[in-house]
């Protein structure tokens, strides 16, 4: 069974998904005008920025009661920022060879664009609940494919819509919150001994305290996670590049050779280094995947414009940034060129050789850090979409139990091979569906891009959007009156 699902998933990704992804990223691109290299200054002032809220027209910083830019991008980043960026990357060049860090640089500098559009259509479709917003792609799914141009589409709403939420909360808050857990508990045994059931418990717990706590308690724990581990991890890998800077100009080489397959270091060439770069790439920065718009829908601004610029920076900050961190550390080491070291081991492996017997230690506590920022993050992930098809408190409840409780347990307890397997193709069909959505609701993202920067060129530093500007569609935008 389990080779049948990884025949499955080489298929749907690198005949399928690899493709769309690529040719969706460099549509995007071209259609937005470079978007993500014009605006990365835009970017980086609104993420600091305190803005004007959309609801109240207070600042941001004093309504309480509503998520900020910044919030919802620390929340976005804490799921991209996980175990993907520590052992996901160490695979990708296990298996894939050193070129695979230059196809996720690729995915990332095009997948940005992708970003962009899945998450202003987040914002633009979002709706309210209760004292916040809840959107995704479940939502512009249901709400917008009714008016895309493609007629055998517009019937497809709600099916897709609910499959979409399925998988999402299948993929994220459950399963994914097993393996990240797995990861934590495997570092930390490695690091100091402990016990995996201990470390479980210790995790669970945790867990449990925040996902009770509901969107407003996971923005707050990861608004102070992501930053602490962003920056502590990129100082440590700018330090061991400074070190062994005269090596650096080599393993930029042999990144490039390796990825257009000059240099056949491992893997099996181009086809393995594209494959694993890409994958690992969407798996990391999740550009294109549909999980990120769940969280860029809560943030109170006021364009959605704002939030999708946002959320293309925190690829940047994912792939360009961290997994880089990574690459280079073990590049730099040298050893993953040996068979027998791979995913997390080969990390701490990596680290070791290059600040001593401290290394599994700072991996450890990074992976920690990474991880369970993931798990809080994933579970909102999953209560955005099941809020979606149910507003039954029991049903939430019984998913806060599975996803902060149960679910993290069993990563701590047993061995997942399988388990990757099936994210990996649940992965895909989700990407699909979310796919198909932005390429027939892109459209909207096009328009409002033109809107904000003609704002921006008649002078105005906080651009407004309202209903109104979208007749067509004016009734499924309740947040933007």
């Keep these: 069974m389990n080779e049948i699902i990884t025949q499955i998933n080489d298929v749907l990704w690198t005949y ?16 937005l005008r470079f978007v993500q290299f014009r605006m990365l200054g835009e970017m980086v002032r609104l993420l600091t920025d305190v803005s004007v809220s959309a609801v109240t027209g207070s600042k941001q910083s004093a309504n309480k009661k509503h998520i900020s830019s910044f919030q919802a991008f620390a929340v976005s980043v804490a799921s991209r920022v996980g175990t993907g960026n520590l052992a996901g990357v160490a695979t990708a060049i296990a298996v894939g060879g050193p070129g695979a860090v230059f196809w996720m640089w690729v995915m990332a500098l095009f997948g940005a664009a992708t970003a962009f559009v899945e998450s202003t259509l987040g914002q633009l479709f979002k709706q309210h609940d209760g004292d916040y917003f809840i959107g995704g792609p479940a939502y512009y799914i249901s709400k917008g494919m009714r008016y895309c141009s493609w007629k055998p589409m517009q019937n497809s709403g709600r099916w897709m819509s609910v499959l979409f939420a399925i998988l999402i909360t299948a ?18 045994s490695q690091a100091f001994g402990w016990s995996p059931v201990a470390v479980g418990v210790v995790i669970t717990v945790l867990a449990l305290f925040v996902v009770f706590g509901g969107i407003r308690r996971v923005a707050g724990v990861s608004s102070v996670l992501v930053p602490l581990m962003a920056v502590g ?18 393993v930029m080489k042999v990144i490039v050779e390796d990825a257009f397959g000059f240099s056949q270091v491992v893997g099996g060439g181009i086809g393995a280094a594209m494959m694993n770069g890409v994958k690992r790439g969407l798996f990391s920065n999740e550009a294109g995947e549909g999980s990120a718009p769940n969280a860029a829908s809560t943030a109170d601004v006021t364009h959605p414009v704002k939030q999708g610029l946002i959320q293309a920076l925190g690829v940047f900050t994912d792939t360009l940034l961290v997994c880089s961190c ?27 050789s290059e600040i001593g017997a401290s290394g599994p230690v700072f991996v450890a506590v990074a992976i920690f850090l990474f991880a369970f920022s993931s798990i809080i993050a994933n579970y909102y992930y999953g209560e955005a979409n099941i809020r979606f098809i149910t507003k039954s408190r029991s049903v939430m409840t019984a998913y806060r139990v599975m996803s902060g409780g149960v679910m993290v347990m069993v990563g701590a307890l047993v061995t997942l091979d399988m388990a990757w397997n099936m994210v990996d193709l649940c992965m895909a069909l989700l990407t699909a569906c979310n796919l198909v959505a932005i390429i027939a609701l892109g459209k909207y ?3 409002l891009l033109d809107d904000y920067r003609r704002q921006k060129r008649q002078g105005m530093r906080d651009p407004q959007f309202h209903r109104h500007q979208m007749p067509e569609i004016a009734d499924e935008l309740e947040c933007w009156e």
Aim: proline share 2%.
């Design 171 to 188: 993929t994220f808050g459950l399963a994914n919150n097993t393996m990240q857990a797995n990861t934590i508990c495997g570092a930390i």
């Design 233 to 250: 991890y990129f100082f440590l890998a700018a330090y061991i590049v400074v070190a062994n800077i005269t090596v650096v100009p080599h």
């Design 445 to 447: 993202a096009f328009y």
């Design 326 to 352: 990574t690459a280079f550390i073990i590049l730099i080491s040298g050893l993953y060129q040996l068979p027998e070291l791979n995913g997390i081991n080969l990390t701490q492996a990596a680290l070791q």
């Design 16 to 31: 399928i998904i690899m493709i769309v992804l690529v040719c969706c990223g460099i549509w995007f691109t071209w259609r």
